[in-house]
């Protein structure tokens, strides 16, 4: 779940995933930076240990895009796959 896009104020982005399983667990995360137009700047992909039954809050930075004030908007992968 995205929780804050990176801009000029904050060059990091902040998602937080959600582990609903019984046991600890490492979860792929995959984030891509837009510019108004819709083209993506650049993408991210980060490994994030999740305890079970519980949340991990995780930061990226937005600066891998380039220029961080032609961030638009973040999208971030709806689900994230546990790793084996």
């Known amino acids: 779940m995205l929780k804050h896009c990176a801009d000029a104020d904050d060059p ?3 998602v937080e995933v959600r582990n609903p399983n019984t046991r600890d667990a490492f979860f792929t995360v995959k984030v891509s930076f837009k510019d108004a137009s819709g083209f ?3 993408e991210t992909t980060d490994q994030v240990s999740v305890p ?3 949340t991990a809050t995780h930061r990226v930075f ?3 895009a380039g220029d961080v004030s032609r961030i638009e908007h973040c999208e971030v992968q709806r689900r994230a796959d546990a790793d084996e």
Do not use: D, E, L, V
């Open 40 to 42: 993506t700047m650049a």
């Open 62 to 64: 937005g600066g891998r």
């Open 12 to 14: 990091y982005t902040t």
């Open 52 to 54: 079970a039954k519980g």
